[in-house]
């Protein structure tokens, strides 16, 4: 009788310690995840902030202000006195 019941406390005890170690697996399991999703949503906003920022500066340096202007300096651009008296199209079969 003495052992069956020391073999049941020993039995009860490593379920018991099995239980604890999953609880504090699970623990720190959470815990790493938290941190990484943490990080990962500062560098969403931060990727936001940069494609904001990005989308600002296309909207500058595609105005057409901007490029009428580097057409005319840079290239010798300049819109036509007149339109086009006769425009040729030829279509490819």
């Given at each position: ?26 623990q720190v399991t959470v815990t790493s995840l938290k ?55 030829e279509l490819r079969e």
């Open positions: 009788m003495k052992r069956q019941t020391f073999v049941r406390f020993v039995l009860l005890f490593i379920i018991l310690v099995a239980g604890m170690l999953a609880y504090v697996w699970e941190k990484e999703i943490d990080a990962l949503y500062l560098q969403k906003q931060k990727l936001i902030e940069e494609k904001r920022h990005l989308q600002t500066q296309i909207a500058r340096l595609s105005g057409a202000s901007r490029v009428k202007k580097i057409a005319s300096e840079k290239l010798g651009m300049f819109p036509p006195d007149a339109p086009p008296e006769e425009l040729l199209v």
